[in-house]
Each structure stands twice: as C-alpha cells, then as structure tokens.
C-alpha cells in the first residue's frame, strides 16, 4: 500500500470519538506559524490549533490538558505527517521556509503545475502539497533559491574574485531571516518539521 493506493486520512478516532480533520495546506501552515509564536504559553498554541484543525467540533474544549495534547499528536501522525525519516545528527542546512518564500512556492506550484494556490487554500490536502512540492522542477523560483542557499563558494584563486563576489551577494539577497527556535520541545517539535518533509529523498 502506499500513497496512490491509501486513503488520505480525513478523521481520527479518539477516545471512541470521531474527529473530522481540515489539514489543508494552508491551515497546516497557519498551526505552524502559530507554534513558532514564542511568546504565546503552550496551552492557547494547543487550544487554537486544535480549533483550526477540527472541523465543527468545539467538544475538545472539554478535554483534560493531556488529552489534548494526545489528540493533537494523533492528528499529526494520521492526517499531517508524511514520511518517516531516520534521525541524523548531522544539521541539515534550512534552504526555504514555508513562510517567507510563500511568493516563491506560489509562482513555482503555478510555472510547473498552473495551480493557483491562493485558490486551493481550504482544498488542497497538506500531503497532496507536500508531494507536489517536491516534485517541482529546477527550473522554479524556489528550487533555483534553494540551490542558491546552498551553493559552495569557490576558493580564491586569484583570477575568480567576479564570481566569488556574485555568488556572495546571490546568497546574501536571498538568505533566510534568522528567527527564534520557536521552542523545540514537546508540542513545538511537531510543528518544526514541516519543512524536513519537503525536502527531496536523497
């Protein structure tokens, strides 16, 4: 079974209760944003992401603190998370961020695709834009930005200066804004990810 064969899960069943899930693209997105908000105590990330990601279904509220928290995990693993991936202790370079290369992925998803993703928010499914995105071709914004991120700079050689230049001011116009970890422990971890799963097998 795999993705072409399997359902994409659309509820989760928990506590003998059926939760009807809306984790399009977009709202995936927004739950991210919103766990990278560091100020906010983790209680009201919990709250507010379960509210952006059960569909009329206010009966969580009801719910023990950990309960919610467990509903949440079982929401990622069934209806978010993609791909299972062996950890490494090597760092991975960041080479795009959902965010702030938005105008990027949108021109991409419409040069490869003529998917409109403005139109698609609130329908294209979080792991449908997943497997999209990482069939994007090379000849997109985001991927040209992404290798221009981690280009190598070429040792001096004395005759190479123009291009060690060039490739200097590409990688300092488009490098990421360093931001705040966001916190990475616990219900933050989850939503830290997202962008590992994007990223291409090697």
Request: hydrophobic share 35%.
């Given at each position: 079974?795999?993705?072409?064969?399997?359902?994409?899960?659309?509820?989760?069943?928990?506590?003998?209760?059926?939760?009807?899930?809306?984790?399009?693209?977009?709202?995936?997105?927004?739950?991210?944003?919103?766990?990278?908000?560091?100020?906010?105590?983790?209680?009201?990330?919990?709250?507010?992401?379960?509210?952006?990601?059960?569909?009329?279904?206010?009966?969580?509220?009801?719910?023990?603190?950990?309960?919610?928290?467990?509903?949440?995990?079982?929401?990622?693993?069934?209806?978010?998370?993609?791909?299972?991936?062996?950890?490494?202790?090597?760092?991975?370079?960041?080479?795009?961020?959902?965010?702030?290369?938005?105008?990027?992925?949108?021109?991409?998803?419409?040069?490869d695709y003529g998917i409109?993703?403005?139109?698609?928010?609130?329908?294209?499914?979080?792991?449908?834009?997943?497997?999209?995105?990482?069939?994007?071709?090379?000849?997109?914004?985001?991927?040209?930005?992404?290798?221009?991120?981690?280009?190598?700079?070429?040792?001096?050689?004395?005759?190479?200066?123009?291009?060690?230049?060039?490739?200097?001011?590409?990688?300092?116009?488009?490098?990421?804004?360093?931001?705040?970890?966001?916190?990475?422990?616990?219900?933050?971890?989850?939503?830290?990810?997202?962008?590992?799963?994007?990223?291409?097998?090697?």
């Open positions: 079974m795999g993705f072409l064969t399997e359902p994409i899960e659309e509820k989760v069943v928990y506590q003998k209760r059926k939760y009807w899930i809306n984790a399009s693209f977009d709202t995936v997105l927004q739950v991210q944003s919103l766990f990278r908000e560091e100020e906010l105590p983790e209680i009201l990330k919990l709250q507010q992401a379960l509210k952006m990601l059960l569909i009329h279904d206010r009966t969580f509220i009801r719910l023990p603190t950990e309960s919610k928290k467990e509903l949440l995990h079982l929401i990622f693993e069934c209806c978010i998370n993609t791909q299972k991936r062996p950890e490494t202790r090597i760092k991975e370079q960041k080479t795009f961020d959902f965010e702030y290369d938005g105008e990027y992925i949108y021109a991409s998803f419409m040069l409109d993703l403005v139109d698609m928010q609130g329908k294209l499914h979080w792991k449908k834009f997943i497997s999209l995105f990482q069939g994007l071709s090379e000849r997109t914004k985001i991927r040209e930005v992404m290798r221009i991120r981690t280009m190598d700079i070429p040792k001096f050689t004395g005759k190479n200066s123009k291009q060690i230049q060039e490739i200097q001011e590409l990688k300092s116009y488009y490098a990421l804004p360093v931001k705040g970890g966001g916190g990475q422990q616990g219900l933050d971890a989850l939503f830290s990810t997202l962008e590992r799963m994007a990223v291409k097998n090697g």
